[in-house]
């Protein structure tokens, strides 16, 4: 059968999961539209959720709370279905700061980003795959929900070339800069094109390889090659050739949207100076003419995002097309970590309201613009299919959704691994302690992950214990994503022995060398200490068969004690499941990090040729060749989105380019030294 998933794995369903993923296809043929897969740490989740798709066979979409969750995942999907269509959809900017007024200092903050080309191109290959092949599996972020324009003009407006089918060299380059791509003579990039005598070569948005088209009257070939070197790679019959921007529209739709601008922005005036607003009603005239006019003239503006609602047809107040308008009616849908990412996808709406509102009042965007929005809670309600949520720690909205009848538990683990024991010691000397403990751990090569309650006590601990000869680092929010990765990465190697964190460490990061959690201050009643913080945070330790947990603390909260017995539950069940059949424990085993797979694929060979490079003098005849080499490696790193290694290439390819009087590497293969 075309399109089938296919599932591999080097090993069968164990523990509880053959039963979690009978009940959950039960209920999936049953048609419930709620389910909830209750997943202790360790317990196999994903391939749980890997084999319902399998056996469903039905196109799947995975949300994740953050970027980093969402990358072990499509680590952890791409091993299992090497053979289908696993992609990765996230927000694609680096840096992003949105446009805002603050109407107390008259301070107009304008839109900035960095956009991420890898991750650009990664977002434009999802939607293509789902609207092209029936087998495809995207995991993605809350960002999923924002608009990203119309489904059917992204599919409608796709070039498909033939071989031997008409198709004159004029009517290419029109169609091609009809769906965003631009002409570049001198280098051929990602969503460019490059016509040369009969040949017009084209770099597709979503791809890493180019196609050149030989013309006559018709198409006379279509062939794939390599960008870089211009290799060719294979010839073709066919080829698709989707937009390079999600927001394309054709000339008519441009038209009518122009219209329907021009008479909002004459009934915004009137209204702004009935109000005696003329300095807003000057302010919005001119920005709003100026788009108009580059729309007429390019089909395009800066923020044409704000214009979507008109270029649509959509009338006011109507939600805007999101990812899941690019999938068919029975896809499946999953919500990892349900417990954050349901109250993150519930508040997007509200705060994204407020920041445009202000813009609306004061000039700076036609009121249309409030349309541009993520989607409204009940909106996400109404749109979502059939759905699993998934969780150690499910929430109690998710939970009351699914109801008694329809929870799958995974208590038992695969590797029958039990929760670890939890000892609560005295707040007094809690230093002292945790100190002594992370050292026994550090003789036998474990990991201790600390937990504190703010980034000043996490700061302040890793230095103390670095004082006292401990091998400690601190990681929380104020780090980028990279910078934490890359902690994380080194934390798993054994470069150091304890990492001290706010609550970054909660949920889904696979680290089986972590023996002890400790968690400072776990009586402070709150966010920090909830009962489901306390679980999650516990789990960290679930990976290794020697796992325990510290919970330092004076009085025994109502979230301690709702968390000690859940736990005590699942231990008791456990144990008494391996007993019966003769299970010992051992610890999980992993090539790598999972949540880091993604980020450190070819991390040998790379960082080989970078190693290589640092220990030798380059000699000048051979520059251009180990460019093209790093290039490439480079290339292959940011298509795995191993950004640290690509930076490092990068980095190298820098040095070359100076050592050659060169400008520097392929600005299509590079990017911004301060965005990687």
Known sequence: MAGKFKLKAPFRAAGDQPAAIKRLRAGLDGGLRDQVLLGVTGSGKTFTMASLIAEMNRPALVISPNKVLAAQLYSEFRTFFPENAVEYFVSYYDYYQPEAYIPSTDTYIEKDSAINQQLDKLRLKATASILSRPDTIVVASVSCIYNIGSPENFARMGLYIEKGRPLGRKELTERLVAIRYERNDLELSRGKFRPRGAFVDIFPGDSETAFRIQLSDAVESIVEFDPLTGAELREHKHAWIYPANHFVSTPDEIGEALKLISSELAERL?????ENK?????RLEQRTRYDMEMLAQTGYCHGIENYSRHLAGRPSGERPACLFDYFPKDFLFFVDESHVTVPQVRGMYAGDRSRKQTLVNFGFRLPSALDNRPLKFDEFEALRPRTVYVSATPGPYELGLAGKTAVAEQIIRPTGLVDPPVRVLPLKGQVKALTEEIEKRAKLKERTLVLTLTKRTAEDLSEFLAGKGV????IHSSMDTLERLDILGRFKRGDFDALVGINLLREGLDIP??????????DNEGFLRSETTLMQISGRAARNKCGEVLLFADRRTG???RALGEMDRRRKTQLEYNEKHGIKPESVARRE??????????????YDLVKDLSAVAVKPENIKGIRLQLEREMKEAADQLNFELAARLRDRLFELSDM??????NPALSWRRKAV
């Open 270 to 274: 009137a209204v702004l100076k009935a």
């Open 278 to 282: 003329l300095v807003e009603a000057q």
């Open 471 to 474: 091998r400690a680092k601190y």
């Open 513 to 522: 060398e972590v023996s002890l959690v400790a968690i400072l201050n776990a």
């Open 559 to 561: 979230s301690i004690a």
């Open 593 to 606: 990090l999972a949540g880091l797979e993604l980020y450190e694929a070819d991390r040998g060979r790379g």
């Open 660 to 665: 050659a009087g060169a400008k520097g590497p």
